[in-house]
């Protein structure tokens, strides 16, 4: 079993910069990503970025050039780094943690930490 807890949501303006927290703790050898996905009111769960054990990344295009992940293996802690935030990044920002095996992956969820953005 893997649990991860998010941190580091808040409110902020426009143009502004929040800085999110990923702790991941249990069997954490086991993970092979760990990523960030947000979901909007009336939207569904949209993938934002992951990271690899070896640091690998992988960005949406909506908030490539704009968010940076990256992590701390000693610290099993993954991070999101938002810079120029807009409105419509106004979301609950989740953690992920996957775990790949033979045929089937298995996903781990934070409980989740908002994040708005005010005009």
């Known amino acids: 079993q893997v649990q991860v807890v998010e941190s580091g949501g808040g409110l902020v303006q426009a143009g502004g910069s929040l800085r999110l927290s990923c702790a991941a703790s249990?069997?954490?050898?086991?993970?092979?990503?760990m990523g960030w996905y947000r979901q909007a009111p009336g939207k569904q769960r949209e993938f934002l970025a992951d990271?690899?054990?070896?640091?690998?990344?992988k960005y949406a295009d909506s908030v490539k050039g704009r968010f940076t992940i990256s992590r701390d293996n000693a610290k099993n802690t993954v991070y999101l780094q938002m810079n120029s935030l807009k409105p419509e990044d106004t979301a609950v920002y989740y953690c992920?943690?996957?775990?790949?095996?033979?045929?089937?992956?298995?996903?781990?969820w934070g409980q989740g930490t908002q994040v708005t953005v005010s005009s």
């Open positions: 992920n943690a996957k775990h790949l095996g033979l045929g089937y992956e298995y996903d781990y």
């Open positions: 249990g069997s954490t050898n086991s993970i092979n990503y």
């Open positions: 990271i690899t054990r070896g640091s690998s990344t």
